[in-house]
């Protein structure tokens, strides 16, 4: 029942927004009574608690599941691009973003908030490096490309929410690759083309 429960403020989240996530809607959407959903969260700020480490926990799977899709002989360099890319979007990363947005100005949901989230984008840098690494071992450029690659995919990806261009996003994308390979001493300008589509 919890689980049931937290997935409907998740489908809220994602489709109503912060502001329209209420516990009202979530009972609504769970199809439980209102003494079921109080058992379980007797409060708004129980219940955002429980759907931060819900989606901490969904969020860690998300990316062991991407890291284990990625084949073990290949461009290292674009696998690492890729899945960093991958864990911004899709409807744990919405629901994830509606989050962000009401921690801002609530302080209580803040500090429950900002722990998970910075474990989780610690443990993002940690598999994004390790990849990078697997091409580049020794390389001591890897730890700040690897921190560029997680911050430009994660702005890409919130700019690709409001204008809807997922093609420029993954024109964006390429380029960002092209960049980081030059930045790794693994091309030249001159050897890679600008990608315009």
């Known amino acids: ?26 009972q609504k959407r769970a199809g439980v009574p209102r003494g079921t959903l109080q058992h379980h969260f ?22 062991a599941s991407e890291l284990a899709a990625i084949p073990p002989t290949g461009d290292r360099l674009a696998a690492a691009v890729e899945l960093s890319s991958a864990m911004f979007t899709g409807p744990t990363f919405l629901a994830a973003l509606e989050i962000w947005v009401g921690a801002r100005t609530d302080p209580e949901l803040l500090a429950t908030f900002l722990p998970l989230e910075e474990r989780l984008f610690a443990l993002m840098y940690t598999t994004v490096r390790d990849i990078f690494r697997a091409e580049f071992p020794n390389d001591p450029r890897v730890p700040t490309i690897t921190e560029f690659t997680i911050e430009i995919m994660s702005g890409l990806a919130m700019r690709a929410l409001l204008t809807g261009r997922v093609d420029r996003t993954r024109i964006l994308q390429r380029r960002w690759q092209n960049a980081a390979r030059i930045l790794l001493g693994a091309a030249t300008p001159d050897t890679l083309l600008d990608t315009a589509q």
């Open 42 to 63: 007797p409060t708004k700020a129980d219940l955002l608690t429980g759907v931060v480490e819900f989606l901490a926990a969904r969020r860690s799977a998300q990316l």
């Open 1 to 26: 029942m919890r689980t049931r429960l937290l997935e409907a403020a998740v489908a809220g989240l994602v489709e109503a927004g912060y502001s329209g996530t209420t516990t009202l809607a979530v």
